[in-house]
């Protein structure tokens, strides 16, 4: 396990460092650093020093080469017109109310799709089956800003029972200020409710389809049938031998969805003016922060990275023949 553990870590450095470099390759396509830093304001000798002492004048591998260097020993992505602060400062000071929202949104999918992509494999002509199917099929063909316009005309301003923007009333998680959350006060809790409706519905109708799905193949499998001529309880077969095995294919495809779901917040937070990672994208791309925009890229590709190296290394513990036939 431990080989297996440390070949889906080398995989995982090998990947960033192939994204940083396809990053790092298009940072001239976007712009020139200079003229964004110092305006119009100044002569080209003025520019040309400039770019001099940043380094854009070296040869492309010294600069990347400084670029990877900089970002594993000192954590620094470059530093940020916009903020006129580093980089990984700015994303970091924005990551929580990004992240609280992906958890709060995972938590809703997680909560909702396994009971009843189980009930919808098990009880397929049920009303309640045939209900959700359609509500699931309804979920997809809805784009995710149209949905969250939707909850706040019905909850914030036809029923006034949630607020419509913001993040609401925030504390100091830690005592030092680099994690605000509102997961610890009533109206910070209100303000999450819709932007994770909102944003769930973009991956809960495919989870409930892909487990009910999975569900659905595994029950006709030999060992099933199997284990009914064993005599064992319905409760046993279906919870015990078909759903753990219908958790496999769930757990890889939920461990992307994850990560893409912190890319694909930016329409969620934009409706709901939510301050996060999404948001600061959007804005670096009004101001044409090309710094930020490269440091936002690299930090969810990250994510992306680790969220999929972990779900690899959770699916190896579960299913070890995984593990066996990665040594081949």
């Known amino acids: 396990m431990i080989a297996f553990i440390i070949r889906r870590i080398l995989q995982a450095v090998v990947v960033m460092l192939v994204i940083s470099l396809v990053v790092f390759a298009i940072k001239k ?57 580093p980089n990984l400062e700015v994303i970091v000071n924005h990551a929580p109310a ?34 959700t199917m359609s509500f699931s099929t309804l979920g997809v063909s809805m784009p995710v800003f149209l949905t969250a316009i939707l909850l706040i005309y019905l909850f914030a301003v036809h029923w006034r029972i949630l607020p419509s923007y913001g993040r609401g009333e925030t504390v100091d998680l830690f005592g030092n200020g680099i994690w605000m959350t509102g997961l610890l006060t009533i109206d910070g809790l209100k303000h999450l409710i819709l932007p994770c409706i909102s944003l769930s519905t973009l991956m809960l109708p495919l989870f409930i389809r892909l487990i009910r799905s999975e569900m659905m193949e595994v029950l006709e499998t030999e060992y ?97 023949t995984v593990r066996i036939a990665g040594t081949k």
């Open 29 to 85: 396509e976007f712009g020139d650093p200079v003229r964004d830093l110092v305006g119009e304001r100044v002569t080209p000798e003025e520019r040309q020093q400039i770019a001099d002492k940043m380094g854009l004048n070296d040869p492309f591998l010294i600069q990347y080469g400084r670029f990877v260097k900089n970002a594993v020993t000192q954590g620094d992505l470059g530093r940020s017109f916009l903020y006129n602060k």
């Open 98 to 131: 990004t992240i609280e929202l992906v958890l709060g949104t995972a938590l809703i999918i997680i909560v909702l799709s396994l009971p009843l992509g189980v009930y919808c494999a098990l009880k397929p002509r049920s009303w309640l089956s045939r209900f």
């Open 224 to 320: 099933i049938k199997y284990a009914w001529a064993k005599g064992l309880s319905p409760k046993r077969v279906w919870l015990v031998h078909a759903f753990k095995n219908t958790l496999l294919p769930v757990i890889t495809v939920f461990g992307v969805q994850i990560g893409i779901m912190f890319a694909f917040t930016l329409l969620t937070e934009l409706v709901f003016q939510w301050p996060g990672m999404g948001f600061m994208f959007l804005e670096a791309v009004n101001r044409a922060d090309l710094s930020l925009l490269i440091a936002y890229l690299v930090v969810v590709a990250a994510l992306f990275v680790v969220v999929n190296t972990v779900v690899d290394i959770l699916y190896g513990f579960i299913n070890p």
